[in-house]
């Protein structure tokens, strides 16, 4: 059921592809720029599943910073656990929440390289029936798209966020500005996967927002800053509304991006809502 189509050949050429739910509920489109592997940060999942008889979309982007460990330990692991955990279908956020604390801590205790410290966001959204959750840690964005209008549907966690800025230096930590407001002087996202150095005050704990599934919603894009930096949350919605395939319109996220000269990894998801009227 899904298109893969992807290209190596131009650095600004994005890998690209996408797929339809089994119901025809959904369809999802990814585009993600990665030009020379080797130094690419950013990493996205999606995931199609039935759990207890229920139709589950699980959606994800990941910017790793210090280094790619810490991002693709999550692509490889964070939906498998979420899957995994008992209380998914019956309390989804609780399901969210510790699934989210166990696969940071898994992942300290599973990287072995202690000369470099590595992390990474979280931008994922979560399909279950008729029930959309978005989960967020870090700087990377959901937005949904309701009658042509953009809508964030997370708060990107910024050192410099009155409240984030409060719950770390009341866990003893600093917020100091060096080129942008960061934690420790170093980090410039106050919640992270990873981070070992940082974890007192860089948690992996997610801020989830539940969106009804009306039938006014059409899309959502989640990305990585490498787009939200150079296209705001309206311009992004407007560009794409009217591109009916959800592959086309990640694709054409992430080229605008490039164009507008983001000098960042650029990755895009968007999932397209089918209303049946
Ligand atoms: C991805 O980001 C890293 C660090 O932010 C950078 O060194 C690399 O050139 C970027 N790669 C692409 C394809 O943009
Ligand atoms: C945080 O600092 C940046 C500049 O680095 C600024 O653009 C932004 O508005 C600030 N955010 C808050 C919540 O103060």
Not at 190 to 212: H, M, N, T
Request: hydrophobic share 40%; aromatic share 8%; charged share 25%.
């Amino acid at each position: 059921m899904s298109v893969i189509n992807s290209s190596h050949r131009e650095e600004s050429v994005p890998a690209w592809g996408g797929g339809v739910s089994e119901n025809n509920r959904f369809s999802y489109g990814y585009s993600s720029s990665r030009g020379k592997r080797a130094s690419m940060e950013d990493f996205h999942d999606t995931l199609i599943s039935k759990v207890e008889g229920v139709m589950v979309g699980l959606f994800g982007v990941f910017d790793g910073h210090g280094g790619s460990r810490a991002a693709v330990y999550v692509k490889q692991n964070l939906f498998k656990n979420l899957l995994g955990h008992p209380q998914f279908v019956t309390d989804t956020n609780l399901a969210i929440a510790e699934t989210f604390k166990k696969t940071d801590q898994e992942y300290l205790k599973a990287d072995n390289n202690q000369h470099r410290d590595a992390g990474s966001t979280a931008s994922t959204a979560i399909l279950v029936g008729d029930r959309l959750l978005v989960a967020n840690v870090g700087d990377s964005r959901a937005v949904i798209c309701i009658a042509g209008r953009a809508i964030a549907l997370s708060i990107d966690h910024k050192p410099n966020r009155s409240d984030e800025r409060q719950r770390i230096e009341k866990a003893g930590g600093v917020v100091m500005w060096s080129g942008t407001w960061r934690v420790g002087g170093v980090l410039a996202v106050s919640r992270a996967f990873g981070d070992r150095l940082l974890k007192k005050y860089v948690v992996a704990e997610p801020e989830i927002q539940e969106e009804p599934i009306t039938s006014d919603v059409e899309f959502l894009v989640i990305a990585s800053d490498g787009l939200w930096d150079v296209v705001s949350n309206q311009d992004a919605v407007t560009m794409v509304q009217n591109i009916p395939d959800p592959a086309e319109a990640a694709k054409t996220l992430t080229e605008e991006a490039y164009k507008k000269g983001s000098a960042d990894n650029i990755t895009c998801v968007v999932i397209r809502f089918h209303h049946i009227h």
